[in-house]
């Protein structure tokens, strides 16, 4: 971490006026056919907008989607994005996995027609405080803790964006809960523009997405739109053990709202604690966030991996915001068992431990999955080249992996940036990668899928891959 952390002043700011609410009789195009376009094609017809849905995709390939809204008054765009349809419309929203850097829409903004995303736009309709969790890794268990917790303390709460389900959908179903707690990932904020969580929880940097953005710096910057309307009122909790992060908090304009920092250092217990913020000693997280501190207890913790008392932490201090109360909060501390596809223990063969890390889709989250292990790791990797670079990851496969398994798109790079720190083999299909991966492994071994990849090479979702890998595993005798 640098010398020091960044402390926050409280300049006042005012929260711009928002024009897309008003979407009755005007021709708004959703871009994108996934779980978000569905559901974003819902909310319009009933708010009555001429609805047109495009898609790269063929009718063929989005079947399950179009069954789904095939009873609503919808035109339909398929088989790529007809420009002359994009100048027609009053309003055009993008699903997440659509890159606004398109040529198209390029087009289309140069004609002036106004392009947002999914969060942009639902969050418009929503009065209730949002919670809004970014980050490279960890997002989607620290967004869990914190719903646990306050669901313990008898609050109210949703959860979706990035997580599970879309926030439109918080909207169309006129659910009123205490706070909303919106996941959000890079490519959702790409197109925010008067998005104002009360709570901004960032959880670190690692590099990732490189198929989509230029550069690390360029994912940074998408990142860094969170803190684009932070006021007084604003709380950001961040990583101090991120230097990537603190350096975030140097930007005046995150320093117009309150910080609390997390750590796992306990040189940074002083400043930590005379500013606000959680720190990790030994089995105790001590945590101010107001005049008391507060003590909260992880010797029974069931989650593996020192990073999860990272994602405790972060939800600790956005909680009691909140509401959350200690003994809720403990009571989570002590039970949560931790999110399926991450660094999941799936099952012992043969005096043989198998791990399910199917959602660590990039390089730092790899690190993380082998930091919770002391050696014997017959390491799985392998999936959708993301541009990535592997080599951060030598050091710890020097010293922890038995054998590298390498499948999927991305196996020859990863092979070339790793493939010399450990025994190696390129396999041809992930059925035969989890097989070599148990003949290679003895008593006391550990066999982790931990990819480092996007899925979409072979599968549909991480969720898929992971899922399929337990099968596997359980079919073996």
């Known amino acids: 971490m640098n010398d020091t952390i960044v402390q926050p002043n409280t300049v006042n700011t005012d929260t711009r006026t928002n024009e897309l609410k008003n979407v009755e009789g005007k021709k708004v195009m959703v871009i994108g056919l996934s779980k978000t376009g569905v559901a974003m094609a819902k909310f319009l017809v009933e708010k009555g907008a001429k609805v047109t849905v495009s898609d790269h995709k063929s009718p063929a390939e989005l079947s399950t989607s179009l069954e789904q809204i095939d009873n609503l008054e919808i035109e339909y765009d398929l088989g790529g994005h007809t420009p002359k349809l994009l100048l027609e419309q009053d309003l055009i929203i993008l699903s997440p996995g659509v890159s606004p850097e398109l040529k198209v829409f390029e087009y289309a903004r140069k004609n002036g027609k106004k392009v947002t995303g999914d969060i942009e736009f639902a969050s418009q309709f929503i009065e209730e405080p949002i919670i809004a969790v970014t980050g490279t890794n960890g997002k989607s268990t620290a967004c869990k803790l914190a719903e646990l917790m306050l669901l313990e303390s008898g609050k109210k709460v949703w959860l979706g964006g990035n997580y599970g389900t879309p926030l439109i959908e918080y909207v169309r179903n006129k659910e009123k809960a205490d706070v909303v707690i919106c996941e959000t990932s890079s490519f959702q904020l790409e197109l925010v523009e008067t998005f104002n969580p009360r709570n901004i929880v960032f959880m670190n940097l690692g590099e990732n997405h490189l198929d989509r953005y230029r550069s690390m710096d360029e994912y940074i910057s998408a990142k860094r739109r969170v803190f684009r309307n932070v006021g007084h009122d604003t709380t950001s909790v961040l990583n101090a053990d991120d230097n990537r992060v603190v350096d975030l908090a140097r930007d005046p304009v995150v320093q117009r709202g309150r910080i609390f920092y997390f750590s796992q250092k306990a040189a940074l217990e002083p400043q930590i604690m005379n500013i606000g913020g959680a720190v990790h000693i030994g089995d105790q997280i001590k945590v101010r966030v107001g005049p008391e501190i507060e003590f909260y207890n992880t010797k029974n913790m069931k989650m593996k991996g ?11 201090l956005t909680t009691r915001d ?7 909060i403990q009571r989570v501390i002590d039970s949560f068992p931790g999110l399926s596809h991450r660094i999941e223990y799936v099952r012992k063969v043969g005096g043989v431990l198998f791990y399910n890390d199917s959602k660590a889709t990039n390089v730092h989250a790899v690190k993380r999955a082998l930091d919770c292990f002391d050696e014997n790791v017959i390491l799985i990797m392998g999936g959708k080249d993301a541009n990535l670079d592997f080599s951060d990851l030598r050091d710890i496969i020097r010293m922890k992996v038995k ?23 390129l396999i041809g299909t992930f059925e035969e990668a989890v097989l070599m991966a148990y003949q290679k492994s003895r008593i006391g071994d550990i066999v982790l899928l931990s990819p480092g990849c996007p899925s979409f090479d ?3 979702n991480y969720v898929e891959r992971g899922n399929y890998f337990k099968k596997l595993v359980s079919e073996f005798s």
């Open 403 to 425: 054998s590298l398994i390498l499948v999927g798109e991305a196996k020859e790079k990863i092979n070339r940036d790793v493939g010399d720190y450990s025994e190696t083999f």
């Open 322 to 328: 909140f509401g959350a109360t200690p003994e809720g």
């Open 458 to 460: 072979t599968f549909d």
């Open 306 to 316: 020192k990073h999860q008392v990272q994602n405790v932490m972060s939800a600790i």
